[in-house]
């Protein structure tokens, strides 16, 4: 189970990371239609690339929200795995906690 969390860390991080990049990404092509758009009411450009310009951020604004739920998603599956690793822990605890009772109580007896 520990190994389960420490995976999923490790997704989690890939998936915030890809978020960092695709809000790069994003920025970018933000940029690139107010050029566009300001091209396109001069004349400088069509009105098809400035469209295009507009589909890129959806895509990109798409490809960032997918990455940053997909992040969210890992994390509550992180707390799934430890509220099913808890009981599994408490469990060990008190086998330990009765191992170390009945040498106590053998040490007593001797």
Known sequence: MNQEIAEQKLVIEQDRQQAASDLAALVYSQQDFQRYTKLAKDGGVSVQRDQQAQADIREKTARHDAAVISASAAEKQIDVLEAQLAPADAM?????????????????GV
Not at 94 to 103: D, M, P, S
């Open 92 to 108: 060990l605890a008190q086998q330990q906690a009765t191992e170390h009772q009945a040498e106590l109580d053998g040490a007593v």
